[in-house]
């Protein structure tokens, strides 16, 4: 939902209507991942996505209908028998879907979650998909580290439900979760999504030269809150790097260690150091792999820069097994040559690591395309929702 927010608090503004569909369960090679959304307001315009493009047609005429009737629908697109290119996914992926009414009156918690999610505040909305009394259908409740509000039908529901996806929020986590009708933890009946807003990624570019402009554009095009760290002030400022979030002139060890003590650096960092100067490299880079567990810490430099660099930084402690996170040379090896092409080298490395990707041509593979773990590899047998709705598959 967080590509559709803004529109979706709009019409909510205005008292209108939307239908909202929402990617809620997928299996084998599915283009979009659990909590993929599409939005379509009052007046028809549409936003976001659930398939790229493969079902969306049979997903706007649903998502009106739903915004018309009122009715909450849970289904499923698959590919088709009989001709690839009908309502299906020609992939050969499968997608639960929910689609729901959003308005003042579904989900008067909605402007809260908005603001939530635009200040960069943890968020989580349990909406419910499945249940035997229909109108349990796309009630929701929010969660927050700190408690959560709203009513799912009961009470019972509500706190087994609000305690237990808040570990789901502070993983920054969307799936689905099964509970008995009342919100028994051992029951089945009852399915919900959970879909978790936490804040964005932090991507540390250290060393503001013109490879730092290129990969902190794409940082921000790749969803990131951007920082740009650099000693010298000359060098870093607005002009040379417009659209970041944040530019720090300071030495870029006290910068990231002050970051570590303030607990702003959480496993979904990215570190990436592009000064290749010792005096800066070394303290940084001892700072970083002495600290907690980010996501990825790469430094630039040529293959003699790297070597002479592991040995400055193993004569100050740091270990072999520290030494193991670094990736240096950073980036994949795309034959890269102008800053923008090393951008995507690098930024290349970091969605590998985040994925499990090998990094090799697709073509030259026989394996699935999509590498998350959280994807099922094949479809349940049964087909029908406890409260009597056929999932529909196409």
């Known amino acids: 939902m967080r590509e559709v927010l803004d ?45 790229g493009g493969c079902v969306e047609g049979a ?45 003042r009156a579904t989900f008067a918690l909605l402007e809260g979650v908005h603001k939530d999610v635009d200040a960069g505040r943890p968020v989580g909305v349990a909406t419910v998909i499945e249940h035997p ?7 929701h409740l929010v969660v927050r580290p700190n408690g959560f509000e709203g009513d799912l039908g009961s009470d019972r529901a509500n706190h087994a439900i609000g305690d237990d996806t808040r570990g789901l929020l502070a993983a920054g986590r969307n799936t689905t979760l099964t509970y008995g009708p009342d919100g028994e933890r051992r029951g089945e009946g009852m399915r919900l999504f959970f879909a978790s807003y936490a804040p964005r990624p932090r991507l540390l570019v250290f060393g503001a030269i013109d490879f730092a402009t290129a990969l902190a554009r794409l940082g921000s095009f790749l969803g990131y809150r951007v920082t740009v760290c650099d000693a010298r002030g000359v ?53 970083a792999l002495h600290g907690p ?40 090896d795309l034959g890269s040559r102008t800053p923008e092409e090393t951008a995507v080298s690098i930024a290349a490395e970091i969605i590998s690591l985040q994925w499990g990707g090998s990094g090799v041509p697709l073509h030259t593979l026989v394996d699935a395309i999509h590498h ?23």
């Open 7 to 51: 529109a979706l608090l709009t019409g909510w503004q205005n008292g209108a209507t939307a239908g909202l569909a929402t990617v809620v369960r997928t299996f084998q090679s599915a283009p979009r991942p659990p909590g993929a959304s599409m939005l379509v307001s009052a007046d028809g315009t549409v936003a976001g996505s659930v398939s």
């Open 59 to 103: 997903v706007y005429e649903l998502a009106t209908q739903v915004a018309q009737d009122g009715v909450p629908v849970l289904v499923r697109y698959g590919i088709s028998d009989d001709d690839a290119f009908a309502v299906g996914l020609t992939c050969g992926g499968i997608l639960d879907v929910f689609v729901e009414p959003v308005s």
């Open 133 to 139: 009394d229909a109108a349990w259908l796309g009630r």
């Open 235 to 287: 060098f870093a400022t607005a002009a040379r790097f417009p659209g970041v979030d944040e530019i720090v002139v300071s030495w870029p060890d006290r910068y990231l260690r002050e970051q570590i003590v303030g607990g702003l650096i959480d496993p979904r960092t990215v570190i990436c150091v592009l000064t290749h100067d010792p005096k800066f490299d070394v303290p940084l880079l001892e700072a």
């Open 293 to 332: 567990p980010v996501a990825y810490i790469g430094a630039m430099g040529s293959r003699r820069t790297h070597a002479d660099r592991l040995e400055r930084l193993r004569a100050v402690g740091v270990t072999d097994a520290e030494l193991a996170r670094l990736r240096s040379p950073i980036g994949l």
């Open 372 to 394: 998350d773990d959280l994807v099922n590899p094949a479809p349940p047998t049964d087909q029908a929702a406890p409260n009597g709705q056929k999932l529909i598959e196409v």
